[in-house]
């Protein structure tokens, strides 16, 4: 199992930037995927940005350009750095851990950080 623990949410104006942080901890060698989601009340959950353990990284088309997700290995850590905020970027963000098993995945979640945009 790995643990995972968000933190860096908050309230931000429009225009704004917050860098939200997962530490990692647990049997992150079996890792291969690290990945920030977010949902909001009545919505599914939705991909924000992931990272492959070979660090191929996928960013959702609406987050291009504003949005990156990085790492610092040596402190098993997972960043998402968000810039040029919108009020419909608010929602409650989640890291994720994929883990291969058998012929599929376990996905480990956070316990999510609140990021509000508003003015």
């Known amino acids: 199992q790995v643990q995972l623990v968000e933190s860096g949410g908050g309230l931000v104006q429009p225009g704004g930037s917050l860098r939200l942080s997962c530490a990692v901890s647990?049997?992150?060698?079996?890792?291969?995927?690290m990945g920030w989601y977010r949902q909001t009340p009545g919505k599914e959950r939705e991909l924000v940005a992931s990272?492959?353990?070979?660090?191929?990284?996928t960013v959702e088309d609406s987050m291009k350009g504003r949005f990156t997700i990085s790492r610092d290995s040596a402190a098993n850590r997972v960043y998402l750095q968000m810039d040029h905020l919108k009020p419909e970027d608010t929602a409650v963000y989640y890291c994720?851990?994929?883990?291969?098993?058998?012929?599929?995945?376990?996905?480990?979640w956070g316990q999510g950080t609140q990021v509000t945009v508003s003015s």
């Open positions: 990272i492959t353990k070979y660090g191929s990284i």
């Open positions: 994720n851990a994929r883990r291969n098993y058998g012929v599929g995945y376990i996905d480990d």
């Open positions: 647990g049997n992150i060698f079996s890792v291969s995927t």
